[in-house]
């Protein structure tokens, strides 16, 4: 099957995670993804400088669900627990199935550090006069346009 015939939703997503700065070895992250056609979560451990990854998720297009009723949002999270406490490296919920840059470059570099508070990080998404999209994250994000702490990590 070619890229024409599929929706990507997702990009590579690489990551560091550490505390201190000092990397976490052998810690299980988890990767979830949500939308109308799909319902998956996958679990992988890093490695011993702190690293994880998970592959791109693309999808087959379904011409059904090219009408104005069908829902085109896609929710991501990528969490870890750490010392019995919810550490988010992302949550979003993103409309369309097209991957945005702001995603593009943020989840193919996450450096997170499970120390930091909990932020909100608005971005553009590419699109004139649109809304902004919003990510959750106690990790290093950039191009965002504003950002605010929102909770304690």
Sequence with gaps: MNKK????????????????????????????????????EFIVKTDKNGEFNFDAIYVEKDKNMEGIFHEKRVSIYILTNYDDKKVILWNSTLSGFVVSDFERSNLGNLNCEIN????????????????????????????????????DS
């Design 5 to 40: 015939q599929l929706d990507e939703y997702t990009p590579n997503i690489n990551g560091v995670i550490t505390k201190n700065g000092i990397p976490i070895r052998d810690h299980e992250i988890t990767f979830g993804i949500n939308s109308e056609k799909l319902n998956e």
């Design 116 to 151: 930091n508070p909990i932020s909100s990080f608005a971005f553009k998404d590419g699109q004139e006069n649109s809304a902004p999209v919003y990510v959750y994250s106690q990790c290093s994000l950039f191009g965002y346009f504003q950002s605010e702490v929102i909770g």
